[in-house]
């Protein structure tokens, strides 16, 4: 396997809910790096047609699927939400095809010879460190992630709390992490981080 920059192929991508990580992986990707995104790769595992969202029906019913046939989320949801062994189950339908998406869009950006980063939310929390040459955390302290989470997504302080709480602490993450970037000030000043930070990989 060829060595990118810095002899670092794979970069896994990382942070706190409202953190910011989106921004950074576009910027990342506007300058040669190969994205895969773990949120789109879930969304191929049951799109419609497929081999995955087929399985969910077989073990969900049809009451999961709309009828255009794609994947009704909010009555799975419903189903997974409150039982473990539900949402177990369904885990081992959809995990294993996400991982096999994601690996093989690792390996096609590898034979371009471009840095790859794995745009994975909760890479923490799923243990995947050990699948990554190493791990950028997008980072900003809770009291901005609370802040940032009510204004974009029109919540209460309890609810954007419970979200955030939810995850591995960002503080954490942070201490955890190969590279931080931190998020908390001006779009200019993250911009500047980054070029600064990209500059051995490209």
């Known amino acids: 396997m060829s060595k990118v920059g810095v002899n670092v192929t794979v970069i896994g991508l990382t942070g706190g809910i409202a953190s910011g990580k989106s921004t950074v992986a576009k910027y990342l990707a506007d300058n040669g790096f190969i994205i895969v995104d773990a949120d789109i790769a879930s969304r191929k595992a049951v799109e419609a047609g497929s081999s995955g969202l087929e399985e969910i029906r077989t073990v969900f019913g049809d009451g999961v699927i709309q ?11 419903e189903i997974i939400f ?34 790859v980063v794995m745009d994975i939310p909760l890479l923490f929390e799923n243990r995947l460190e050990h699948t990554v040459d190493e791990v950028w955390v997008v980072y900003v302290p809770k009291e901005v992630q609370i802040e940032r989470l009510m204004a974009r997504n029109q919540l209460s302080l309890e609810e954007a709390v419970s979200r ?11 201490q955890k992490a190969d590279k931080v970037i931190d998020n908390s000030g001006s779009l200019q000043s993250l911009y500047h981080q980054l070029e600064l930070l990209i500059q051995p990989y490209v």
């Not at 955030?164 to 942070?174: A, D, P």
Request: net charge positive; hydrophobic share 30%.
């Open 164 to 174: 955030v709480s939810s995850q591995l602490s960002i503080e954490e993450k942070k």
């Open 67 to 77: 009828e255009d046939g794609t994947l009704n989320r909010k009555a799975l949801g």
């Open 82 to 115: 409150k039982d473990k062994n539900q949402r177990e189950k369904l885990n081992a339908i959809v995990h294993p095809r996400v991982r096999d998406i994601m690996e093989a869009e690792k390996e096609a950006g590898l034979a371009l010879d471009k840095p």
